[in-house]
């Protein structure tokens, strides 16, 4: 099972900047689609961005234009840039990796990390 670690959370004013960093154990890193995630209290987990292993990149809506998504692939690590918070994007952060081969499926989630945006 491939462990991921996040850090980077904490609490930032509106119109600020915060980077998340994912940490993946293992060998797969580099052929799995990574992907970035969030639950705000009360709602379901949503897709934030998403990062194939070639390179493809998609944002929710919400985002676009304001976070970014990539990954170092050398330090087997995803980040996540986000800029102009706003409180509604107040929640707890996931990262996910998914790799699926003829014969294993990989798919494994951090712990978390919480992103507060308060005045």
């Known amino acids: 099972q491939v462990q991921l670690v996040e850090s980077g959370g904490g609490l930032v004013q509106p119109g600020g900047s915060l980077r998340l960093s994912c940490a993946a154990s293992?060998?797969?890193?580099?052929?799995?689609?990574m992907t970035w995630n969030r639950q705000a209290p009360g709602k379901q987990r949503e897709l934030v961005a998403a990062?194939?292993?070639?390179?493809?990149?998609n944002y929710a809506d919400s985002v676009k234009g304001r976070f970014t998504i990539s990954r170092d692939n050398a330090k087997s690590t995803v980040y996540l840039q986000m800029n102009s918070l706003k409180p509604e994007d107040t929640a707890v952060y996931y990262c996910?990796?998914?790799?699926?081969?003829?014969?294993?499926?990989?798919?494994?989630w951090g712990q978390g990390t919480q992103v507060t945006v308060s005045s």
């Open positions: 293992g060998s797969i890193f580099s052929i799995s689609t």
């Open positions: 996910r990796l998914q790799h699926n081969s003829a014969f294993r499926k990989y798919d494994s």
């Open positions: 990062i194939t292993s070639g390179g493809r990149i």
